[in-house]
């Protein structure tokens, strides 16, 4: 492989990364900002009131997201295993 190669490999393994986790991240920082807000608000500054809706938020966001992050990926692995595959 050529150096070009590599990088191009390295740049659209960061990017499907970045596009795997964005669902996940955005929903769990805009429910993270909603307690936040809640919290200053009402002046109730429990721990597990900030834990339990970020964890609830996570795990809803991978039930509905993770069919396609799991094809996401999939289909990175398969394209680049079919030219690893043409190299040799």
């Given at each position: 492989?050529t150096?070009?190669?590599?990088?191009?490999?390295?740049?659209?393994?960061?990017?499907?990364?970045?596009?795997?986790?964005?669902?996940?991240?955005?929903?769990?920082?805009?429910?993270?900002?909603?307690?936040?807000?809640?919290?200053?608000?009402?002046q109730?500054?429990?721990?597990?009131?900030?834990?339990?809706?970020?964890?609830?938020?996570?795990?809803?966001?991978?039930?509905?997201?993770?069919?396609?992050?799991?094809?996401?990926?999939?289909?990175?692995?398969?394209?680049?295993?079919?030219?690893?595959?043409?190299?040799?």
């Amino acid at each position: 492989m050529t150096l070009d190669q590599v990088i191009t490999v390295g740049r659209e393994a960061l990017l499907t990364i970045l596009t795997v986790s964005a669902p996940v991240l955005v929903i769990s920082v805009a429910v993270g900002l909603l307690v936040s807000i809640f919290q200053a608000t009402t002046q109730i500054h429990d721990q597990t009131l900030s834990f339990v809706p970020k964890i609830l938020s996570v795990l809803l966001a991978l039930f509905l997201f993770g069919g396609w992050m799991l094809r996401t990926l999939a289909d990175f692995a398969n394209r680049y295993m079919e030219k690893l595959a043409g190299l040799g």
